[in-house]
């Protein structure tokens, strides 16, 4: 499961100390994206550049996040305001996450 990402991110970068997580749409169960989260608190918001991979094209811009299989609403996109980076909002019980392994 999560092998099927199409997308690769090119704001990734790699973030030291950070683990994996699969993040998948809580209404139809379909894998949307790799994330790589630090530390272990609440997943609130995703930095669009720890964004890996995922069924979203990410060189393109995104307003919202949608499922790419059944079209729900995931996330939707800010700009912090203290560090001025993009990131996306989750919208609570709307997503999924797993932790995996590279």
């Not at 811009?61 to 700009?79: D, F, K, M, S, T």
């Amino acid at each position: 499961m999560g092998d099927n990402m199409k997308f690769k991110n090119p704001n990734a970068r790699k973030i030291k100390g950070s683990h994996l997580l699969l993040i998948s749409c809580a209404y139809c169960k379909e894998p949307t994206l790799k994330y790589q989260k630090v530390g272990n608190s609440g997943l609130i918001k995703m930095y669009n550049d720890r964004i890996l991979e995922g069924n979203i094209d990410f060189s393109k811009y995104h307003g919202v996040l949608l499922c790419p299989n059944c079209g729900e609403q995931v996330a939707i996109r800010y700009i912090t305001k203290n560090d001025r980076k993009e990131a996306y909002r989750l919208h609570h019980s709307t997503f999924n996450k797993k932790k995996i392994r590279d």
